[in-house]
């Protein structure tokens, strides 16, 4: 027997699942969100910062998130300074290249996350807090959630916001390339004696990867993606020494730095599907790709999975009916991969580049820095690829 009955399950209450409820809600589908025991109301602490791409703001604002941050504690991104550990090698990315006044926006993963809880408060949905579910399988023109009582509900689509080890991603037998970076990334913030001025850093050494993004006048978030056999020796540093190594790995650019939190390990890899659909099924955030974090691009790539479901809604009203049709996920699947393609492809060939030890390469790393800092097209160029 049907127990309930909704147009859209969305299996997943993170953030990228309540971004997919509020692209959805505007077009008067109704939407169930499947999420853990525990309410979405109380999560763990999470010391990750984002930096938050002005398209992506955009959308954000659009659709009311935006006004929930706390916008004292949002910090902007005005330049970006990209450096190796080989000599006179630079490259700096200015917001005014491109005529913006920004090139992203830091905000916590805690103030994000309470901005989207109050956002979608305001929205008519179903929640559904349980651990024990059964299957979940494809018909025609439906798909079928089974809790492990029995109990049986049914859809017309299933959004997997459900994580890197997404059940509903196993459940469509949709398959994956998985590659270990055999990296951690460790996570701080530290306080400068110099102010940052707006501007973030990316440092690449030949044993991992720097990025500093700019949150009050002189802190940084530092995300640290140190390869493994590196890790015990900066584990087992006391606080102060781990400081002396890191002004040695970083430079002498901000005087004074002290530690003002703990240091957090997050283990790298990257996961892409070969598919983000199956029969009624599509998957977004981290259930559809994780890729390396040297470009600060991952909540976005998430963020335009939940944009694109928006923007196929808006294009076509029989969506709104059925949002399970295969026209409507191979569109989003077409639309989707390419852009998370080329950003997997791209991260994970910098992160080899840049940490290989090689002469002719840190010779030609030097080189190709400099010269791309020489030419404003390609810097415009890619600036404008960053940011939408």
């Not at 089974?146 to 049986?152: D, S, W």
């Not at 997404?166 to 469509?172: L, P």
């Not at 993606?225 to 190594?245: G, P, W």
Request: net charge positive; charged share 25%.
């Amino acid at each position: 027997m049907i127990q309930e009955s909704s147009d859209v399950l969305i299996l997943g209450s993170g953030i990228v699942g309540m971004a997919a409820l509020i692209a959805i809600d505007k077009y008067d589908i109704k939407a169930t969100l499947l999420s853990e025991t525990k309410t979405i109301h109380k999560k763990d602490f999470d010391p990750r910062f984002y930096a938050i791409t002005p398209g992506v703001k955009t959308w954000l604002e659009k659709n009311g998130v935006w006004d929930f941050l706390p916008k004292k504690e949002v910090s902007s991104v005005r330049s970006i300074i990209v450096y190796s550990d080989r000599e006179n090698s630079s490259l700096k990315f200015n917001a005014d290249d491109v005529g913006m006044n920004e090139l992203a926006f830091i905000v916590s993963h805690e103030d994000i996350e309470k901005a989207f809880i109050h956002r979608i408060s305001k929205i008519d949905y179903k929640e559904i807090k349980t651990n024990k579910v059964e299957s979940l399988s494809a018909g025609v023109e439906d798909i079928n959630l089974i809790y492990a009582n029995g109990n049986k509900c049914q859809y017309k689509l299933a959004i997997g916001a459900d994580g890197s080890n997404s059940w509903v991603r196993s459940q469509s037998s949709i398959d994956f390339k998985n590659k270990d970076f055999d990296q951690t990334a460790m996570i701080f913030n530290v306080k400068t004696l110099k102010a940052h001025q707006g501007c973030a850093y990316q440092k690449f050494t030949h044993h991992g990867i720097l990025a500093l993004l700019p949150l009050l006048t002189n802190e940084f978030s530092v995300v640290f993606s140190l390869n493994n056999e590196m890790l015990k020796e900066y584990k087992s540093l006391t606080d102060a020494k781990f400081i002396q190594m890191f002004k040695k790995e970083i430079g002498e650019i901000f005087g004074d730095i002290t530690l003002i939190t703990k240091r957090q390990y997050f283990p790298l890899n990257m996961k892409i599907n070969k598919s983000l659909i199956s029969d009624r099924v599509l998957l977004v955030g981290d259930a559809a790709h994780q890729i390396h974090p040297l470009a600060g691009q991952g909540l976005n790539l998430g963020l335009r999975d939940t944009i694109e479901i928006d923007n196929l809604l808006s294009s076509n009203k029989k969506y709104h009916h059925d949002p399970g049709l295969k026209s409507f996920l191979k569109k989003y699947n077409r639309n989707r991969m390419t852009d998370i393609l080329s950003l997997s492809y791209l991260t994970d060939k910098l992160s080899s580049l840049f940490t290989a030890k090689n002469d002719f390469l840190d010779f030609a790393i030097n080189f190709g820095l400099n010269k791309i800092n020489q030419n404003q097209l390609i810097k415009k160029i890619l600036i404008e690829k960053a940011i939408h």
